[in-house]
């Protein structure tokens, strides 16, 4: 048994005994300003605490991708374009080593083109080769852009900034560096500069913290 493993252990015993009143070490997000808030999950609601509406996208493989594919598990959301060449490379750098902390069914990795008249089903699926990304993890997901920004605004209330394609130098494209977690019942839990690698290995210990969580409410 591996030291990771023998941790989990010893914290999911910890926290069974805590009984489910226990409030959580990860912060719940107000609705109307973002501000994090400590609370236990049985006093949180939807209409108080930034919560993911609901969204069907297509991924790389050409499937539908719902709330209900990641219902009662933590995910990771993001917000990227094939063709930037500014900071996406490096959250897709940072990403990857998520992806490669957990297994398929421990997280799921959501990333919402932010073109997606560009970024077709077709240059997703290319681009998941390229990067030799798990398709059953990491879902590339596509829709009509007015979709994604809504879906950007309404269930992370990110700030999309403009950011220089790098391709022609005319054109802006909005996205954000910020990667998002969010815990098995849909609540946003944590916001991170997804470009930074101390932020990057944070959210990584916040991720085994919720799954912890779920291990000892179930």
């Known amino acids: 048994m591996n030291r990771r493993k023998q941790c989990w252990i010893v914290i999911l015993v910890l926290l069974a005994g805590c009984g489910h009143e226990t409030v959580s070490e990860i912060p719940y997000f107000s609705l109307e300003d973002m501000t994090p808030e400590w609370e236990s999950s049985q006093t949180v609601s939807e209409s108080e605490y930034r919560h993911v509406q609901s969204f069907i996208f297509t991924d790389q493989s050409g499937e539908s991708v719902s ?26 750098t940072r990403l990857t080593s998520v992806a490669a902390s957990f297994d398929a069914d421990e997280l799921k990795i959501l990333s919402h083109s932010v073109t997606p008249d560009l970024d077709t089903v077709e240059r997703l699926a290319a681009y998941s080769r390229i990067n030799n990304i798990d398709e059953r993890q990491w879902k590339l997901l596509t829709d009509s852009k007015e979709d994604v920004l809504r879906h950007a605004a309404d269930s992370f209330g ?56 779920s291990k000892a409410a179930s």
């Not at 900034?161 to 609540?187: M, Q």
């Not at 990057?200 to 913290?209: A, C, G, R, S, T």
């Open 67 to 92: 709330e209900e594919d990641v219902a009662g598990q933590p995910y990771v959301a993001s917000f990227f374009f094939v063709s930037c060449t500014n900071i996406c490379p490096t959250l897709k």
């Open 158 to 213: 990110a700030q999309l900034k403009n950011y220089t394609a790098g391709v022609s130098g005319e054109e802006d494209f909005l996205h954000t560096e910020t990667v998002f977690l969010v815990d098995g019942e849909g609540f946003v839990r944590g916001l991170y500069n997804g470009t930074l690698q101390l932020e990057i290995e944070q959210l990584i210990k916040d991720i085994d913290v919720l799954l912890l969580e």
